[in-house]
Each structure stands twice: as structure tokens, then as C-alpha cells.
């Protein structure tokens, strides 16, 4: 059984003018100990999707239908203490900015100790020796003297490794990433995800890693979930994704990174821009700009389906164009 | 490039020619501080003794992490800084001897910039064409208001926007479309010169590269020459000509594009090269650097990268390294100057869309 399931997961906004739907009916699982890669662009649901499993949506966004499961347990519906006792002790967060995410009033040490006081039986004295160990592993130098430092002592690469800290605490079995390594310079960026890796071996911990940076996910995840527009347009494990691209969004986002070493005059460009929640299109919400499309695109709209047989290794699309039922019958519905 | 470019160029055509470039910023605490406390004045070294060359219709970038001063190089350049020492030259003329709108502003018209974040650098107050049209109406490039808008509307079709978006306010374009109308902004003045000062890195991937092309096309269409500052290689690579790498204020390597990413000299270079994320999934382990950059106030004696070198000698940590000639640009570095460092050549990758 996966650690953590999500079925049919959906995200609505209420407003004025209507209620957008954030996220649409978005399904996937992560196993013990794997990395999932959630990677598209701003606004494409990524970050909702992650705070709605660690239950922090912030109002008025509400999970309007589906189901959240970990380990087996439903925790969508749980209320708020139930799953703030989950949420820490057996899923860590890790956000994008480590500056915001670390208060500015308290020492590290402090903020650790908290943690883990909050969740582990450990006394006192025995928080403070862990909070110090932890500091360690997550390779801050001098960490006897800098546990009693405060955010703002840190660099930038620093205080992240120190959110890492914090959300190793309890020793959970998921950590959601979200943009951890964004706000931070490339060669910052190498160590952050070199450390994650390693913990998440050394540990054990399956890895919800959302972000819009492909170069993170080829290097760390196991599987790759490509949204678009509120859904999953591609699902499978990273190689497939990444070198043999089914779906024509993620194909066209392949081509449009630069790679150094790499000659080319003009960058595959996607003409056009993601449409607004209000405004997706009917049919596959990447119809308008997808080079491929042809008329039921337009109309009906794709869900994900295995690709090549049904292997493992097979990546799961959500794509017309290789629906082979469809296009041995010609047309349908 | 097929088609013949539209002006003259050649090799030797410099456009652009910075000189011991140097910005030092006063960050000492306020005068009573200093007055009572006995603090002592403080200044920041941002840019250091940066020299580099721009031939015409060429694009040169410079690279670095947060805080080595290519923003700054960039401000100098375009005088929204006056430098503290060093000479900045467009064309023959030394542009920080200018004084006044006299003198500067036949010059000004020639250069313009673009800003990293769309959200922050249009008027939200101001519909598009009036945007636009004000480097028109500031240089009296056209007169007369029909004249001007279709000057506008031919803008904006130039960067692949329609000309009737002009009555629209910046908050009705997303992020893409805003950097469009920002580089539609630079180019009203007809501009030869254009500092990017990190143009891309606020879009989505999808959306930089349309950004990306756009600023190619427009190169080749209008000769225009880029000064290009970014801290993502990969997008370096794409649109360079030529590259300069910064650290903590100085120049440390530039060299012809292709060469530098094939053969990096300088060990911080090769440090930046070996972070680059894989994306072709070869396998190759990113070699992630022990340490930070350090702070520019109190910067490292010596080479300023010693300490985080694996090649530092003692010499390294007492004495600054000259320019070096390399075989396509200059290096600052001893182990290099002495030959004591390995020699790197990054394999070639194969071309793109092998499959």
C-alpha cells in the first residue's frame, strides 16, 4: 500500500464572480521512501495540492471533493487537532522561503527544541542534545554554538538547512517540499538537494518535492507528475518523463529549458499562455496551444491512462493522441 | 544568421568598453553613531577593477551568485550609478565624464534597460501606450500624437503584442506579456545598446523562452548589442556571445561563450559549471561547493575565492591574481598562472531532440 494516497482530489476557490476550480480531479500516490516530483508552472495547482495534504490551505481555498489518505487513513476530513498531530510527527514541511518560515524572535535551538518537545517524548535536556544533532546532520557547522543563534544570524543556504532541521524533527515518513531550493543561489542549491537526498535515504522519508525547476526533479525524483491548468497531464518515473516526454505540454516545456551545450538558435517556445482558472477551455485544458490538437481535444476532455502496456515503468498521460481505442474506431461518443 | 546584418560589423568593433570599473558604497552606521559609539566607517566594495569589452551587435554576460555585483555593473553602465573609479566608453566617449542632461542625453537614447520583475517596473497607473510612448516624448523622437501612437502600436507588434493592447493597464497582461511591453519600453528609443539586468529569471520556463527568442530575433532584426546579467548558466549559454564570471566584485574569467563553458579555467567557474543541475539525466552527480559566499564587506585577502578553492596556496591568500590571457578571454587566478591545475575538458553533449 502506497504512503500516500490522493484520489480524485478537488480544489475549489469561492468568489464574487463564481467558484474557480484550483485543482481538478488530480490523483497520484507516493510509496515508502520514494521521491515524487510535482513540477509546472506558476498557477498550475502544485502548491495547493501540497498544502492541501498537510491540511494547510488557507481560506477560502477548500478540498471540494475526493479523498487524502496516509498510511492507510483518511486525513481530509480530520479535524484541526487530530491532524495537527499528524501533521510534524509523521509529515514534515519544508517551504519555499526559509526566512519567513523560521520566527524571527526565537533562536533556532529554540524552535527546534519546540518540535520536537512537542512531538517525541524526549526531556528538556534531551530535545536540546537532539535540536544540536540535528543542526549537525543537516551540516551547519559550529552547531553547539549556533543553536542559540537567531534566523537572522544565517545565510540564506544556512536557514534552509535549518527548516530542513525542523522538519526532520519527528523523524516523519513524508516530507512536502515546496520550491525548497528556489529562493536560493546554484551552488547553494547543489548542497540543499544533496543534503535532501541523503536524509531522505538515511531516513527513510518519501518526499513530496513541488517545484517549476526541472533540473531539481531530474536529479532527485523517482516519479514526475507534470500538472497543467488544475490537473495531471503526464505521470511516471522520471527518465520517461524527462528524456521521452508523451504529453505535448511537457514535451514543449522539455524543449523550452536552455542546456548548456546545447546549440540551438531559437528555444522551443509554447505559444501562448496558461489560461486563467476562470477561463480554462473545454476538452483537454492545453488544447488552444497544443500543436498536436485536433477536434475531440476541443470536446471531451482526456484522463490519465497508461501509455506503454501496463508496466511499471510505463508513464500515464492524459492525451488523445494515444488513446489507440479512439483512433482505431475513428471517432466516438 | 542568414540575412546581412544592418550595420557594419566586425570583430575589432567595439561598442561598449568598461574600464578598472569600481563601485564602493558607504554602509557605515548614521554620524551620530559614529560620533558616539567610535564606529568606524564601513564601505562596501561592489564592484572591484571590472574590465571588459562588448564588440557591436554581440551579447555579453555576466554571471555570478546573489551579491558579486553584476546588478551593479549593469546600473553603472546604464548611469543609474556614478562609478568610483573606472571608465565606462560607448563609442569613443567616456559616459561617466558626462554632466547633465546636455550632454548625457544624446547618449541616453542609445542605451536603455530591462528590469527583472514586469510586476514592479511599469507604471500601474499608466495605460501601456503611454508607457511606451514616454522614452518617445522624453528623447522628441516623433512628434504629434497620431504619429506617436502608431509609433506605439508598431512597438508593440514588433514584440509580439497586438497594437490595440496599448489602451490596457500593465495589471491585465500576465508576467510574459509585461517583460514584452518592458522590452517595448527600451527599443521606443531606438536604441543600439540594451542592459538586461536578469530579464527571465521572474517567468516560468515556457514563457522565457518565449522571451528568450524574442530578444534573438530582435538582435539579429535591429543589431542591437546586449549586456546581459543573470545568475542561470544555462540561459547564459543560450544567448551569449561572450561570458564574464563574477565573484564578490571581480571579474575572475570572461571569454568567448562556448569556449568558457567547454574549457573553464577559473576554479569557481568550473565550481558553477559542476552545479549545473543534469538534466539529460547522464548520471553525473552535481559536485555541490563546501561554503558560502562570503560577505563583501569584510571580503577574504588575496584571490577572494581562496577559501573555498581547492587549489589555494598561500600565495593565493596574500596576493591578488592578475588577468591572465587565456585562449579565449582573461583569467585571475595563480593556479592557472602557475599551471598547477588540472586541465578540464567538459564533453561535448549531444546536439538536441535526440530521440
Known amino acids: 500500500m502506497a504512503l500516500l494516497e490522493v484520489e480524485n482530489l478537488r480544489i475549489e476557490i469561492p468568489g464574487r464572480r463564481g467558484t474557480l476550480v484550483a485543482v481538478d480531479d488530480v490523483s497520484f500516490s507516493i510509496g515508502e521512501g520514494e521521491v515524487l516530483g510535482v513540477v509546472g508552472e506558476s498557477g498550475a495547482g502544485k502548491s495547493l495540492t501540497g498544502a492541501a495534504v498537510i491540511g494547510l490551505l488557507e481560506p477560502p481555498c477548500r478540498i471540494a471533493g475526493g479523498q487524502i489518505r496516509f498510511d492507510g487513513r483518511r486525513i481530509d476530513n480530520l479535524p484541526y487537532e487530530k491532524l495537527r498531530r499528524i501533521r510534524g510527527r509523521h509529515i514534515g514541511m519544508v517551504f519555499q522561503d526559509p526566512l519567513t518560515s523560521l520566527n524571527p524572535l526565537y533562536t533556532v535551538g529554540r524552535q527546534l527544541t519546540e518540535t520536537i518537545l512537542t512531538h517525541t517524548d524526549l526531556s528538556e535536556k534531551g530535545a536540546r542534545k537532539r535540536a544540536i544533532e540535528l543542526l549537525q546532520e543537516v551540516g551547519i557547522p559550529a552547531a553547539e554554538r549556533r543553536v542559540d543563534q537567531y534566523p537572522h544570524e544565517f545565510s540564506g543556504g544556512m536557514r534552509q538547512r535549518v527548516v530542513i532541521a525542523l522538519a526532520l524533527c519527528a523523524n516523519p515518513r513524508l516530507i512536502i517540499a515546496d520550491e525548497p531550493t528556489t529562493a536560493l543561489d546554484v551552488s547553494i542549491q547543489a548542497q540543499i538537494i544533496t543534503l535532501l537526498k541523503r536524509l531522505c535515504r538515511e531516513h527513510g522519508a518519501a518526499v513530496m518535492l513541488v517545484t517549476h525547476d526541472m533540473g531539481v526533479i531530474a536529479e532527485t525524483a523517482d516519479r514526475v507528475a507534470v500538472m497543467y491548468a488544475g490537473r495531471i497531464a503526464e505521470v511516471g518515473p522520471v527518465a520517461e518523463v524527462v528524456l521521452r516526454a508523451k504529453h505535448p505540454y511537457t514535451e514543449g516545456l522539455m524543449g523550452s529549458i536552455p542546456l548548456v551545450g546545447h546549440d540551438v538558435e531559437q528555444l522551443t517556445q509554447i505559444d501562448g499562455s496558461m489560461p486563467r482558472l476562470n477561463a480554462i477551455p473545454p476538452g483537454c485544458a492545453f488544447n488552444p496551444r497544443c500543436p498536436k490538437a485536433f477536434e475531440r481535444c476541443r470536446r471531451q476532455r482526456p484522463e490519465l491512462a497508461p501509455v506503454d502496456g501496463a508496466g511499471a515503468e510505463a508513464s500515464w498521460t492524459a492525451c488523445w493522441l494515444y488513446d489507440d481505442a479512439a483512433q482505431r474506431s475513428g471517432t466516438d461518443g | ?355
Request: charged letters at 25%.
Open chain 2, 1 to 355: 544568421m542568414a540575412e546581412a546584418p544592418a550595420r557594419a560589423r566586425r570583430e575589432d568593433d567595439l561598442l561598449v568598453e568598461v574600464e578598472h570599473l569600481a563601485k564602493l558604497f558607504d554602509v557605515s552606521p548614521p554620524f551620530l553613531n559614529r560620533l558616539l559609539q567610535g564606529e568606524k566607517r564601513v564601505l562596501l566594495t561592489a564592484v572591484d577593477d571590472v574590465s571588459f569589452r562588448i564588440p557591436r551587435g554581440k551579447t555579453f554576460s555576466l554571471v555570478g551568485e546573489s551579491g558579486c555585483g553584476k546588478s551593479t555593473v549593469a546600473r553603472l553602465v546604464v548611469g543609474l550609478h556614478r562609478p568610483t573609479r573606472g571608465r565606462i566608453v560607448f563609442e569613443g566617449v567616456d559616459m561617466a565624464g558626462l554632466e547633465g542632461r546636455g550632454e548625457a542625453g544624446p547618449l541616453r537614447k542609445r542605451l536603455q534597460m530591462i528590469f527583472q520583475d514586469p510586476y514592479a517596473s511599469l507604471n500601474p497607473r499608466w495605460r501601456v501606450a503611454d508607457i511606451i510612448a514616454e522614452p518617445i516624448r522624453a528623447h522628441r523622437l516623433v512628434s504629434g500624437r497620431r504619429a506617436i501612437a502608431a509609433r506605439v502600436g508598431e512597438l508593440l507588434e514588433q514584440v509580439g503584442l497586438a497594437a490595440a493592447d496599448g489602451e490596457k493597464f500593465p495589471h491585465e497582461f500576465s508576467g510574459g506579456q509585461r517583460q514584452r511591453i518592458s522590452i517595448a519600453r527600451a527599443l521606443a528609443s531606438n536604441p543600439e545598446f540594451l542592459v538586461c539586468d536578469e530579464p527571465t529569471s521572474a517567468l516560468d520556463v515556457s514563457v522565457q523562452a518565449q522571451i528568450l527568442n524574442l530578444m534573438k530575433s530582435l538582435q539579429r532584426e535591429l543589431g542591437l548589442t546586449y549586456l546581459f546579467i543573470s545568475h542561470d548558466l544555462a540561459v547564459v549559454y543560450h544567448i551569449s556571445d561572450y561570458v564574464g564570471v563574477m565573484y564578490l566584485g571581480r571579474l575572475v574569467e570572461w571569454g568567448e561563450a562556448k569556449a568558457l563553458f567547454r574549457r573553464p579555467q577559473h576554479p569557481y567557474t568550473r565550481m558553477l559549471l559542476d552545479a549545473i543541475p543534469d538534466l539529460e539525466m547522464t548520471g553525473r552527480a552535481r559536485t555541490p561547493v563546501a561554503g558560502e559566499v562570503p560577505s563583501p564587506i569584510a571580503p577574504p585577502s588575496g584571490c577572494h575565492f581562496h577559501p573555498r578553492c581547492p587549489f589555494a596556496e598561500e600565495r593565493c591568500r596574500r596576493e591578488a591574481p592578475q588577468a591572465l590571457a587565456t585562449a579565449a578571454g582573461e583569467v585571475s587566478c595563480h593556479a592557472v598562472a602557475e599551471g598547477r591545475l588540472p586541465e578540464v575538458e567538459r564533453a561535448a553533449r549531444a546536439p538536441a531532440g535526440e530521440d
